[in-house]
């Protein structure tokens, strides 16, 4: 030390003591070292952990350790005084200060550095200007340094506790804001208006980063709205608590920093805890957002129908990712509606637990909502991923995959719960990667992607959808997979003019009879592990009402396919439904005159869709009026039909030599094809003759021989001539299409 070093002490403490009368031991300490930079050890020792230096004890300290506020004001705006304190500033440690500290409005040339002292007044720093405020290990009442300017850090960390409101309104600190390891308490108190906020930073512009981390913890709201922050926010391993009070306003706000702007990352991580809403309403984050290990706890109350939320995250801008994953546990509505996320959202292995109650909308009361969330990377909500209350995505942006593998949502209806029976809500997402609800996907609830676009697949395999699987209007430009559902019997599949590129399904998935919508379902291709044809039409009968666009569907694909036999079975299965749905309608002589006019039509031509039925009808009719024909030659029922011939057969028997020859089966040819003429028709004719009397041959039973009577021949030949022209002319419709309904 100088040979001039005592002057320079006796010139602070000489007017000290004119000014403030004796000094106690801790106070001359203080003028001693303040021209040096050295410490004012006030306590034992300088060692944290010495419980003599523990401010919590300070009623034990005796009248040595005293310092006046006001001592520590003049050292700070007394001109000649604060010329003599050293550039390192006040430094004191294990005092304690009595009276308010008051240096509002003061400039002050110094840092301020007070460890593990105990603060028995209020700390008014408002507007003031200091190079850097260090009270760490400190008790304090309130501190108030609104639109104070700080060209350093501010450290109120490692044991730091405070009794009263701090605050930083509108503060500009150019280096950090330090709390890690503090404890901030000021719970609502009656009668107090000041109580219920523990930290208010509001428009606060931090040049570093803010640390509420470590063990920070606050009882009462901590605010940080329109601050700016130039690092990290840090809350990782922090507790906040100001749980919901009915009636009592302001409460149930644990961290309100909506609009903050974070130059870093956001870290609500590593065991942080909230009892009360974190909001962050419209932040801009830089970095990433994390909330691994998280515990948000602000459940729905009896009688609020507009609950807060647990975290709210909704319009937030995040350049990063966000992390709700490893651990994460919300038991309140977790909301990130309108979202920016720069690159994944994450929610692996995380829990958001928000029951239904009868009061609250989905909207309010879902367990998770990210709405209108944009996100430039994938969404994950799977790998032990656990939602009870409703997950909805209504409108979301995702650039990258939206995965749910092995993911469970739980909300099943509940009756006069109007948020209970969605347990996933996607309503018109647009999804430019693929969906994957497989591999362990467990829904009680309704999965409703209603409207959605996704740009490759939707995923379906080996999961339970135990409140079905919703997809009108969906659009998949790759494969929708419906194959190994687990307990297919309580799986409603909804694919009402839904578009996919490929369907690929398998038999023992087919949900059960009335389970299945497919009416404007377009696919591409279809996948062929179904017992062909018929197991496709078994699966369009598990319909709960009969519609054509379906069956014209699977026809059409069948023969691109190359299967046009199966279209055409298609096709016709599908006429035969809806001749029966047309027929239902009608009355009872109008339904059985349609049922048997539709029998004739599938049998005849296949509604149209098989017009070679005619042709195997036209080839029965032949056969059977060859067999009839030749039994009635036999029998002595048809004769020539020119009269020298016709004498001649009938007096004996015989022909004249050069007469055509009766051949039944083309005579029959030539009666049920009216076109077709090859000279028996006009050689032969059924007996004219009124006395005829049958000359059978030997194996032609006489009992039976009426049935071959020229009168039942004539009879015959004129319904076998009309069937034949009903046949042809069924033929000819059903090859030119005018038969049928395609």
Same mark, same amino acid.
């Not at 009592?248 to 956001?266: D, Q």
């Not at 509505?333 to 292995?349: A, D, K, N, R, W």
């Not at 650039?399 to 109007?418: A, I, K, T």
């Given at each position: ?196 906020? *523990? !930290? @208010?930073? /509001?428009?606060?512009? &931090? +040049? %570093? #980063?803010?640390?509420?981390?470590? =063990?920070?913890? $606050? ?90 939320? *647990? !975290? @709210?995250? /909704?319009?937030?801008? &995040? +350049? %990063? #990712?966000?992390?709700?994953?490893? =651990?994460?546990? $919300? ?98 997402? &647009? ?312």
């Amino acid at each position: 030390m100088s040979s001039n070093a005592p002057q320079q002490q006796a010139d602070l403490e000489s007017p000290a003591s004119i000014l403030f009368g004796k000094l106690s031991e801790a106070e001359i300490k203080l003028l001693h070292a303040a021209p040096s930079g050295e410490w004012a050890i006030c306590g034992p020792n300088r060692k944290d952990d010495d419980v003599g230096n523990d401010p919590g004890k300070a009623d034990e300290w005796g009248e040595k350790r005293q310092i006046r506020a006001a001592l520590l004001r003049w050292l700070c705006t007394d001109r000649e005084s604060r010329e003599k304190v050293d550039p390192k500033g006040l430094r004191v440690y294990g005092a304690k200060v009595i009276g308010p500290l008051e240096l509002s409005y003061v400039t002050i040339a110094f840092p301020l550095i007070l460890l593990h002292c105990r603060l028995l007044g209020d700390a008014d720093l408002n507007c003031a200007e200091i190079p850097q405020l260090v009270l760490q290990g400190t008790w304090a009442r309130s501190i108030r340094a609104s639109n104070a300017k700080v060209n350093g850090s501010v450290v109120l960390n490692e044991g730091f506790h405070a009794d009263g409101l701090v605050q930083f309104i509108t503060a500009r600190i150019s280096g950090d804001l330090s709390c890690a390891n503090a404890r901030f308490e000021n719970s609502f108190k009656p009668g107090n208006a000041e109580s219920g906020v *523990a !930290l @208010n930073a /509001e428009r606060a512009r &931090v +040049g %570093g #980063s803010v640390f509420l981390r470590n =063990g920070f913890s $606050a009882l009462g709201a901590v605010r940080f709205m329109n601050a700016q922050i130039g690092g990290d926010f840090d809350c990782g391993k922090g507790t906040l608590k100001n749980p919901f009070q009915l009636g009592v306003a302001g409460s149930g706000h644990a961290l309100l920093a909506a609009r903050v702007v974070v130059a870093g990352g956001v870290f609500l991580n590593a065991g942080f805890r909230a009892e009360g809403m974190v909001g962050l309403q419209g932040a801009r984050i830089g970095g990433n957002l994390v909330c691994s290990t998280g515990a948000f706890e602000n459940p729905l109350q009896p009688g609020v129908s507009e609950p807060d939320a *647990a !975290l @709210n995250i /909704e319009t937030a801008e &995040v +350049g %990063g #990712s966000v992390a709700l994953s490893a =651990g994460f546990h $919300a038991r309140g509505p977790v909301s990130l509606i309108g979202m920016q996320v720069g690159v994944h959202l994450s929610c692996i292995g995380a829990t958001f637990e928000t029951p239904p109650q009868k009061g609250v909308s989905e909207g309010r009361g879902a367990a998770l909502n990210f709405g209108s969330v944009s996100v430039k990377g994938a969404i994950v909500l799977g790998n032990g991923f656990t939602a009870k209350g409703a997950v909805r995505a209504i409108g979301a942006q995702i650039n990258g995959n939206f995965e749910c593998e092995g993911g469970n949502f739980n909300n099943p209806s509940l009756p006069g719960v109007s948020g209970s029976g969605n347990a996933l809500n996607a309503g018109g997402v &647009v999804i430019k990667g693929s969906c994957f609800l497989r591999n362990g996907f467990r829904a009680e609830g309704g999965v409703n992607l209603t409207s959605a676009q996704i740009g490759r697949d939707l995923d379906c395999t080996r999961a339970r959808f135990g409140g079905g699987l919703l997809l009108p209007r969906l659009t998949v430009g790759g494969n929708l997979f419906w194959r190994s559902i687990v307990d297919p019997h309580v799986s409603r599949l909804e694919l009402t003019s839904a578009s996919v590129g490929a369907f690929d399904d398998d038999d023992a998935s087919y949900p059960v009879q009335g389970n299945l919508s497919l009416d404007g379902f377009v696919y591409g291709r279809i996948s062929r592990i179904s017992t062909g044809t018929k197991g496709r039409l078994r699966w369009l009968g598990l319909q709960s009402s009969f519609v054509p666009q379906p069956y014209r569907q699977l026809a059409k694909i069948l023969r691109v396919e190359g299967d046009d036999m199966g279209g055409r079975r298609v096709l016709c299965e599908m006429e035969r439904l809806r001749r029966i749905h047309e027929n239902s309608k009608r009355g009872r002589v109008a339904r059985s005159l349609g049922s048997a006019w539709s029998t004739v039509l599938r049998v005849t031509i296949g509604y149209g869709f098989h017009p070679a039925r005619s042709l195997w009808c036209l080839a029965a009719l032949v056969l059977l009026g060859t067999a009839i024909f030749g039994t009635g030659y036999a029998a002595g029922s048809i004769s020539p039909t020119e009269k020298v011939a016709y004498g001649s057969f009938k007096h004996n028997g015989e022909l004249p030599p050069n007469y055509n020859r009766f051949n039944p089966l083309v005579f029959s040819l030539e009666n049920a094809f009216p076109l077709i003429r090859l000279g028996q028709v006009d050689s032969w004719q059924t007996d004219p003759d009124k006395a005829w009397k049958s000359h059978p041959e030997n194996w032609v039973s006489r009992s039976l021989t009426w049935f071959f009577s020229p009168w039942s021949l004539r009879r015959f030949r004129w319904l076998q001539t009309c069937l034949g022209w009903f046949l042809a002319t069924m033929g000819v419709a059903a090859v030119s299409g005018i038969a049928r309904r395609d």
